[in-house]
Every structure is written in C-alpha cells, then in structure tokens.
C-alpha cells in the first residue's frame, strides 16, 4: 500500500500539499545570503553528525484522512552509501526497502508487489526530484538541499532564522533554523500554483559524541486530494556498530513498473 511506500522513505514530502498562510515575519532587517556571505550557513553545517554507521528504532505514525495507521520502523544508515528501512505492524514486516546513491528497491505485504530501479523514474512517479542525499538528510535533520550551493534571502520569523530560496520557479523552499546552534527547526517545500506545500519540523534533540540528532521528525502534507501526516519518534539509537543489510523480495510478489 503507498502508506507503507510513504513511510519506508519517510517521504511524505514526496505527497505534495496546499499552501498554507505563511507566518506573519517579525523580521527587522532582510539580507541576501550569497557564497561570500555564509555565517549562519556555515554554522549550521558546523553541526554536522560525524558518523560511519546510525541504527534506530523508531514509532511512526501515518494520519490521512480516510485512515490512521500506527506501525514500527527499523532504520539502518551506513552514511552516503546505504539506508535499510523495515515497517513492522505487531511484530510483522508490512514492508522493506533498500536504497543506495544509484538504485531503489522496496517491497511491500499488502499486495504483495516490488519495485526495483532508480531515483529518476521514482521521482517522477512522486512528482519531485529525488535522491540518496535528500532521504539521508530528513532522516538526520540536515536540510534537504546543500544550503551552500544556493543563494538565499534571510529574515526572522518567529525568532527563527529564515532562508528563503531565491530562485524564481513554481517551487518554493524555505530553511528554519534556531539563532543559538543553528539547528534546522523546519523546512517548507510548496507549489503555489499547484496548490500543494510540504513542511518538516524536527523537535527533541540529542547530543551525542557524534553529534545532534532530532528524535522527533513531523511531516505535514497537503494536496488537492487531501492530507498526509507522519510523524517518527526515534526510540533507540546507536552509532557505529557493526550492521548488516539484508534485502530480497519474498518469492511470487509483483513487480510495480513505473513508467
């Protein structure tokens, strides 16, 4: 069932979503952050997880409005080169997925069906460009895009520091950092035109020798044909053991071609 899709990527910001009201901006000042101007930038990759291997055990949550579904997630992350994403419902893996820079696989129990491919055709049967990075980064808190590829225009929003994405397309992407650590508070992903808009929010954080993790992860998803929300609460985490990834599809599933 595409649930079970939606929670194996943890990619609610794959469903698109309805514009909401932007907050009212208590900002002061408003400046353009350019490649020679990257302080907050600069601070907030400073909080980087420095990590070979992250294993979590997690609680998800997948709200529509036509059904709520509470299940488990086991999450396996060999940082840049591989993610094992296993939901269980009572002890029973409902679905699995495996997914390297190059290549996606997932199979799930419901229809018993399988995918095997790559991001490209993935992304767009989702209706939004994705990759490894932008799944490894929502699972560790670090904002989607590389911020220090772009430029960005910042404000204060509700004592949040604000980046705005300068570019002047149908998508819009705005980045919320905290003003201390430079912590990524929230991320919002819209299409104004297409009435759809995706936020991100990340609350309880952790410090630990590697880092600072969120163990709380919201996702908030409108769209014209309604709402999604999913939320991950992060129970169990170990860094830098030794893992395995173990991944094939059960005999007799169907393969989901995407064209």
């Known amino acids: 069932m595409k649930k079970y899709i939606a929670i194996l990527f943890v990619s609610a910001f794959m469903i698109s979503c309805k514009s909401k009201a932007v907050a009212v901006q208590n900002n002061t000042t408003t400046e353009v952050v350019t490649k020679k101007d990257t302080k907050v930038i600069d601070k907030h990759y400073d909080n980087k997880l420095d990590f070979k291997t992250l294993y979590i055990k997690s609680s998800a949550k997948y709200v529509d409005e036509k059904q709520s579904q509470n299940v488990s997630a086991e999450i396996k992350i060999e940082k840049d080169k591989q993610i094992l994403i296993s939901v269980r419902f009572l002890g029973i893996t409902m679905a699995k997925a495996l997914i390297t820079p190059t290549t996606v696989s997932y199979y799930e129990k419901i229809n018993s069906t399988y995918y095997e491919g790559d991001f490209t055709s993935l992304s767009a049967w989702l209706g939004t460009e994705l990759d490894y990075s932008k799944v490894q980064?929502?699972?560790?808190?670090?904002?989607?895009?590389?911020?220090?590829?772009?430029?960005?225009?910042?404000?204060?929003?509700?004592?949040?520091?604000?980046?705005?994405?300068?570019?002047?397309?149908?998508?819009?992407?705005?980045?919320?950092?905290?003003?201390?650590?430079?912590?990524?508070?929230?991320?919002?992903?819209?299409?104004?035109?297409?009435?759809?808009?995706?936020?991100?929010?990340?609350?309880?954080?952790?410090?630990?020798?590697?880092?600072?993790?969120?163990?709380?992860?919201?996702?908030?998803?409108?769209?014209?044909?309604?709402?999604?929300?999913?939320?991950?609460?992060?129970?169990?985490?170990?860094?830098?053991?030794?893992?395995?990834?173990?991944?094939?599809?059960?005999?007799?599933?169907?393969?989901?071609?995407?064209?």
Do not use: H
Not at 153 to 170: G, H, M, P, S
């Open 137 to 259: 980064n929502l699972l560790v808190g670090e904002a989607l895009d590389d911020l220090r590829k772009g430029k960005y225009t910042q404000t204060i929003v509700e004592n949040l520091i604000r980046l705005e994405d300068q570019k002047d397309t149908n998508l819009k992407k705005s980045f919320f950092l905290d003003g201390e650590k430079y912590l990524l508070q929230k991320e919002q992903i819209s299409q104004p035109t297409e009435n759809r808009m995706l936020q991100i929010s990340y609350a309880d954080n952790k410090v630990f020798d590697q880092g600072t993790l969120p163990t709380s992860i919201e996702i908030n998803a409108v769209q014209p044909k309604g709402k999604t929300d999913i939320n991950l609460n992060y129970n169990n985490i170990s860094f830098n053991e030794e893992l395995s990834f173990p991944y094939s599809v059960p005999s007799g599933y169907k393969k989901v071609i995407i064209k």
